[in-house]
């Protein structure tokens, strides 16, 4: 066996023609930063019955493998990430590259499954019916960290890790970093403009009940059923005005002395850009109606004064989402499965 440190992703989307569950192999693979995806805690039943103390009997109860898995992102892969987190992508029309994809949320209950393919060092640890819980994009000083919760529905061993990683195709740009992200927000309707932010998380959560897959008769969920969507973005804002504040009292700056009763926040509009260098790809994550749902100016000692700002994303009903992603890039998708829908007209 190796002994040798070999630790990636490989990650295979279902297609409208495999059953949930299928082993799907890897269209592409990352280089992973942690995982903690495993077997699952709580596996087994046990009985505690009336004589004595000690355990006597144990049996085998649902079996729900789960985790996170995190990796600096890069302006291809990203794309499966917000596919499996949405629900939705599409071909479209590209306008400054070869490709151009849109990415947004449904509002479908059942969202895409996946394997992922995780190599620990000894073996490549694959988890089939996988979904994403929640996806995660962080930055701050340093490169741009997805982090995705991952539900499955089992795993097995699948072989032997390849320990040439350049036979992996992994991505050939750098990951992005944190000089590639621009911040921008506006009144909702308005052009947005820069906002001095100095660190961002983007978070689109599916709160998958997985319990509601397993069924009688079955160890294993027959399906994931996401409930109520959330999606939200908590930044720290350099303290140079009060606008922020004044848009969660949803109060004219000018006129305002505070909060009132029948005000509610200002909606807005938020646009994130990564832009990679070298013409690498272009992605925007727009949030077309938002509202501040929390501002915090805490002084500690002689510490400069940062604001902290939460942001929850609304329906739009024009856009029928809360988020859109435009990604344009020069790297195809993988074509083995038909997870995307195909609108271009070229």
């Avoid at 023609?17 to 995806?37: E, S």
């Avoid at 209950?109 to 073996?123: C, L, N, S, Y």
């Avoid at 990951?175 to 820069?194: Q, R």
């Avoid at 890039?329 to 993988?334: M, Q």
Wanted: charged content about 25%.
């Amino acid at each position: 066996m190796s002994e040798s440190i070999i630790r990636y992703l490989g990650i295979g989307i279902e297609g409208e023609t495999d059953d949930y569950g299928d082993d799907i192999p890897a269209m592409v693979h990352v280089d992973i930063t942690d995982a903690d995806l495993d077997t699952p805690d709580d596996a087994l039943l046990n009985y505690e019955g009336g004589m004595g103390r000690s355990l006597r009997t144990v049996r085998t109860g649902p079996y729900i493998p789960n985790g996170s898995i995190s990796y600096a992102l890069d302006i291809n892969t990203i794309a499966y990430l917000l596919y499996l987190a949405l629900g939705y992508g599409e071909e479209v029309d590209p306008d400054s590259y070869d490709y151009k994809y849109i990415f947004k949320n449904q509002q479908d209950i059942r969202m895409p499954g996946a394997t992922f393919h995780v190599a620990k060092d000894q073996f490549i640890h694959s988890f089939l019916g996988s979904v994403v819980n929640e996806l995660s994009i962080s930055v701050d000083d340093g490169f741009v960290e997805g982090t995705i919760d991952v539900i499955s529905q089992k795993d097995k061993d699948n072989g032997v890790p390849e320990d040439d990683l350049t036979m992996l195709d992994l991505p050939d740009e750098y990951p992005l970093a944190f000089h590639e992200v621009n911040f921008k927000m506006a009144d909702a309707g308005s052009e947005t403009a820069n906002v001095d932010v100095e660190s961002l998380d983007l978070t689109i959560s599916n709160n998958i009940d997985d319990d509601a897959g397993i069924i009688l008769g079955d160890r294993f969920p027959k399906y994931m059923i996401a409930q109520e969507l959330d999606i939200s973005i908590d930044i720290d804002i350099s303290f140079n005005n009060t606008d922020e504040l004044y848009d969660f009292w949803g109060v004219d700056s000018d006129t305002a002395d505070g909060p009132t009763a029948c005000d509610t926040p200002t909606e807005k509009e938020i646009e994130i850009i990564m832009e990679a260098c070298d013409d690498y790809g272009e992605l925007n994550i727009n949030l077309p109606r938002a509202i501040i749902e929390n501002v915090d100016q805490q002084p500690s000692g002689r510490d400069r004064l940062v604001q902290t700002v939460n942001i929850t994303s609304l329906l739009d009903t024009s856009a029928e989402a809360e988020l859109i992603a435009t990604l344009e890039n020069n790297v195809e998708l993988d074509e083995t499965h038909d997870w995307l829908v195909d609108s271009t007209t070229s």
